[in-house]
C-alpha cells in the first residue's frame, strides 16, 4: 500500500504570512492538529500543535532554561528562538521549518515508520515539489478499517487444512523468531497445533498471532515445550 491510496486530499494550507489567530480557528474548525505551511506551491514548513503549546496569551511562554554567560556569548541561547516562538504573529514565526515529506508512491509502511522515529503525527505527499495530499496518523488507522477481515471467523472463506498450513508456514518462515527445526504445524478441522519447543514467550505469543491472520482458522492449540524446561533424552 501506498501513500496516494490513504492520503487526505484536498490538504488545508496556510501561508508563511497567515496570521496564528487563523491558523488557531483554522485548526479548531476542521478538527485537525496541524497544518502544512505552503509558499510558491512549495511546503516550507508545518505548524501543529506542538508550535503552539507555549504561548504567551496563555501564559505557558516562560522559559526556565538555565542559560550561561558563554552560551549567550556564543550565539547559542534558546531563549530568543523561544520568544519569537511564544509571541511571534505569523506563521513564519512559529512553523517547525524542518519538514518530513514523501512521494505518493512512498510505502505507507515507510510513512509508519516516520512517525516512529521522528516522533511526527502528520507527513505532505509531494509530486515534483508540489503539494498533492497529506497522510496522518488518523489515515492510517482509517486504511487498517478499510483492510480488515471479517470480525467473525466463520464469515472467512472455507480453507482446506493443507492450504492453512502451506500459508501460516509461509508467513512463520519469514519471521526470525520462528525456528523451524524445534517446531512443527499440524492442522485438522481449521485447528492449528504447535508441537516442539519453543525458546522465548515472546515467540509463543508472535506464533499465535500468526495462526490467527490465516483465513479459516478456528482454534490454535500450543503443545510445545519452554527450551528452558525441556530435557532431551540421553
Not at 550565539?75 to 511571534?88: I, L, R, T
Not at 517547525?96 to 512512498?106: E, K
Not at 492449528?192 to 490454535?220: H, K
Amino acid at each position: 500500500m501506498q501513500a496516494s491510496e490513504v492520503m487526505s486530499t484536498p490538504v488545508i494550507t496556510v501561508t508563511p504570512f497567515t496570521t496564528v489567530r487563523d491558523i488557531v480557528a483554522t485548526l479548531v474548525k476542521h478538527r485537525i492538529g496541524g497544518v502544512p505551511v505552503v509558499h510558491d506551491d512549495r511546503v516550507v514548513g508545518m505548524v501543529d500543535e506542538g508550535d503552539l503549546l507555549h504561548r504567551h496569551e496563555i501564559g505557558t511562554d516562560r522559559w526556565v532554561g538555565h542559560r550561561s554567560w558563554w552560551q549567550r556569548l556564543a550565539a547559542a541561547d534558546p531563549a530568543p528562538a523561544a520568544y519569537v516562538k511564544s509571541h511571534g504573529t505569523r506563521a513564519r514565526d512559529v512553523m517547525s521549518r524542518h519538514v518530513t515529506c514523501a512521494g505518493p508512491d512512498t510505502p505507507v509502511a515507510r510513512i509508519a515508520g516516520l512517525f516512529e522515529e521522528r516522533r511526527i503525527r502528520r507527513v505532505p505527499v509531494v509530486d515534483a515539489r508540489r503539494l498533492v495530499g497529506i497522510v496522518t496518523r488518523a489515515d492510517l488507522v482509517r486504511a487498517l478499517a478499510a483492510q480488515t477481515g471479517p470480525a467473525d471467523p466463520a464469515a472467512a472463506p472455507a480453507q482446506t487444512d493443507e492450504a492453512i498450513r502451506v500459508r501460516l508456514l509461509a508467513e512463520l518462515e519469514q519471521q526470525p523468531w520462528w525456528q523451524a527445526m524445534w517446531s512443527t504445524v499440524l492442522v485438522d478441522n481449521g485447528v492449528v497445533t504447535y508441537r516442539g519447543v519453543y525458546e522465548r514467550e515472546a515467540d509463543r505469543q508472535a506464533a499465535r498471532v500468526a495462526a490467527e491472520n490465516v483465513a479459516g482458522v478456528r482454534a490454535i492449540e500450543d503443545d510445545r515445550v519452554a527450551s528452558a524446561d525441556w530435557q532431551p533424552m540421553l
